[in-house]
């Protein structure tokens, strides 16, 4: 059997600016413990303008909490106002970032195109995307999560290299069950989580499959996360309303307990 590392990352989509950022990370800090880091591995996703308060936090408590941002620029630099891009990432020595969110794709327009080109992004300046995918409600009522979600990770990986492909994490989030308080069952999760890594083996090969991360991502919550977890191709788990509690998310780091 592969062991992989489970992962929790929490994605504080657009909330808590750098002071809040900073004492909601101190929380997280006071209460994980080595025990918790052994057996998993803890991330957070802030907004732009805390990643550098957050760098200072965990460069000065030694803090074996990873963070990364919630989105990367398909470009490395130039003439794209408002952007922020993978150098600038990689300098603040970002773990990972957070690509293709259902929000953004939903909000800001991203398509398969843009998608494929910020993996292509993050790669290429050493950060690790976090890759989302997962169907809206007409898709599950359809019955046709599976290959709607298959095909947003094709997109997302054309002309994606192995040697790059064997260190994404990919975030089955099902559009539905995202801030609704609707989670998915743990075998709704397992079911496209076990396609999504048929579907790695298929496009690299089943080395690589077995050991990349799939997360489920979707009113994850203290309550339900053990259930989600005892599935086999569930790796982990995209938090996000959860993730602003502090207790609450240090709870879901301890789903074992
Ligand atoms: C998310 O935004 O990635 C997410 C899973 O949100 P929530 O946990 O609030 O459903």
Redesign the pocket.
Known sequence: PVLRTPLMAG?W?MNLNHLEAIAHTQKLAFALTDKDYASVEVAILPPFTDLRSVQTLVDGDKMKIKYGAQDISAHDSGAYTGEISGPMLSKLKCTYVAIG?SERRQYHGETEEIVNAKVKAAFRNGVLPILCVGEGLDIRKAGEQVGYTLAQLDGALAGVEAKDAERIVVAY?PVW???TGEVATPEDAQEVCGAIRARLAELYDQELADSVRVLY????KSSNAAGIMAKPDVDGA?????ALDAEEFVKIVRYRD
């Open positions: 994605n989509k969110h989030e069950a995202i801030g991502g979707g009113s994850v995209l938090i996000g309303g959860a």
